[in-house]
């Protein structure tokens, strides 16, 4: 029964686009609910996820969060189309990754509650999380994986078989994103640089600076629909408004794809059928034409968790791209209640398991 159930999911996430997690309207803050943005519905889901956890990253179906304490959490969405029938919340606990105290001197904060836990490096310690497989469907194969300490830190867990984080030196790397790709793990560093690292040992794939005259706001890697290697660059325009203090508005996206053969990174002016989903979660590439009213050759892009806030009506950094005409189609706006309850949690990406009975 529970491999047939496995069956039936694996099924269900490959046929179903990536969809946006959000807050509920209800008064519980800590309820989420999924919002399918390309046929601009809001499908039922229950997942509680506590108001102090922070989302630090989307991946391979599972949601990862996490607390003050550092600690770590998996939690898998569901949402249901027909009848009323419901599931049990699915959430798998991980150690602190990172040791309590590490930013405090004890001799001056010696309490145990988390309220007087003021860190100032919450938001920021925990950067980005990727997992590698299903925890459920492929536990052999799965890792958890997480860029810390402002990137110079990268650290490893496999859930249900580490009892704590392997941590891996990336000073001299920072990166901007991480992807498993091929059975081994990729790295982008701010200007471009790729590494790749087989968990034993790091290597330069392309150590030539990518150079560009604009900021760069955010690298992302994919791994495109037929298999390529891609690396995004997400342009930021970031200003000060009087009224409402620091802004930020994404300006336009440039695609490269990667020529293992001479080691160099190639403009990719077009698409094709493909679409992309880019945000805090792990990045993901569909085919349009499998999904009915998904703009191809286009970048669907959320507000990515930082500092700057976004706009007070609601408008989020968030958005479709086209790729071509090299513009935003639109921004996703969202209810006054709703985005109220963002706070510190943007939207991210999910591609959830979703219960058709």
């Known amino acids: ?53 922070r989302f630090c990253g989307s991946s391979e179906g599972w949601l990862v969060a996490t607390d003050i304490n550092y600690e770590v959490s998996l939690y898998k969405p569901y949402s249901f189309l027909k009848g009323e029938k419901s599931v049990e919340n699915i959430s798998i606990q991980l150690p602190s990754i990172c040791p309590k105290g590490i930013f405090y001197d004890s001799e001056d904060n010696d309490s145990d509650s988390d309220d007087d836990l003021e860190d100032p490096n919450f938001d920021f310690y925990i950067y980005r999380t990727i997992i590698t497989a299903d925890p459920l469907e492929n536990s052999d194969d799965c890792r958890v994986i997480a860029i810390i300490r402002g990137s110079f830190e990268l650290a490893l867990i496999k859930p249900g078989k580490n009892t704590s984080w392997t941590k891996i030196d990336a000073r001299r790397l920072q990166f901007r994103d991480i992807l498993y790709y091929n059975d081994q793990l990729y790295g982008i560093d701010i200007e471009g640089r790729l590494m790749s690292f087989d968990f034993r040992d790091w290597k330069y794939i392309i150590s030539t600076k990518l150079r560009t005259s604009d ?100 408008l989020l950094d968030s958005g479709i791209y086209n790729v071509e005409t090299k513009s935003v189609l639109f921004h996703f706006s969202m209810d006054s209640t709703i985005f109220a309850k963002m706070s510190g949690r943007p939207p991210i990406w999910v591609v959830p398991t979703l219960n058709l009975y």
């Open 215 to 314: 900021f760069i706001g955010r690298r992302y890697l994919v791994k495109s629909y037929y298999g390529d290697l891609l690396q995004v660059e997400r342009h930021i325009e970031f200003w000060y408004d009087e009224n409402n203090g620091h802004k930020r508005a994404t300006k336009k996206f440039k695609i490269f794809k990667l020529d293992f053969e001479n080691q160099k990174w190639v403009e990719v002016r077009s698409l094709g059928d493909s679409t992309l989903f880019l945000g805090d979660n792990s990045s993901i590439c569909v085919l349009a034409s499998n999904f009915v009213g998904c703009q191809p050759n286009c970048i669907y892009f959320t507000h990515d968790d930082d500092t700057i806030s976004s706009h007070p009506n609601g």
């Open 1 to 53: 029964m529970k491999n047939n159930q496995i069956k039936r999911n694996k099924m269900l996430r490959h046929h179903h686009a990536p969809m946006l997690f959000i807050p509920s309207e209800e008064e519980e803050e800590c309820t989420w609910i999924i919002y399918d943005i390309i046929n601009n519905k809001r499908l039922e889901s229950k997942l509680e996820i506590p108001h102090n956890k």
